[in-house]
Nanobody, 114 residues
Framework: QVRLVESGGGLVQTGGSLRLSCASSGSIFSINYMGWYRQAPGKQRELVASITRGGETNYADSVKGRFTISRDNAWKMVYLQMDSLKPEDTAVYYC????????WGQGTQVTVSS
């Protein structure tokens, strides 16, 4: 079992920055992949950014150059640095981990005002 707890969401103006954190606990030694997803009202959940055990990162085209995913070596913390935020980034952001099965956090709200 892996437990994920997100923090760092909030309200920010267009062009501002936020840093999301995801704290993981439990059987984190077997995690192979972690990522951040988001879901806006009326839309499907979508991948924002991901990072593998080997450190390879992947980003949605809509956030490339603005968001950065990072982690510590022990998989205890994963971060999403979000810069140059836009109103269309408004969503609930979820932390995700894969360790033999999928695990999700409870989500944190990010609201970008215009």
């Amino acid at each position: 079992q892996v437990r994920l707890v997100e923090s760092g969401g909030g309200l920010v103006q267009t062009g501002g920055s936020l840093r999301l954190s995801c704290a993981s606990s439990g059987s984190i030694f077997s995690i192979n992949y972690m990522g951040w997803y988001r879901q806006a009202p009326g839309k499907q959940r979508e991948l924002v950014a991901s990072i593998t055990r080997g450190g390879e990162t992947n980003y949605a085209d809509s956030v490339k150059g603005r968001f950065t995913i990072s982690r510590d070596n022990a998989w205890k913390m994963v971060y999403l640095q979000m810069d140059s935020l836009k109103p269309e980034d408004t969503a609930v952001y979820y932390c995700y981990a894969f360790s033999r099965q999928s695990y999700w956090g409870q989500g944190t709200q990010v609201t970008v005002s215009s």
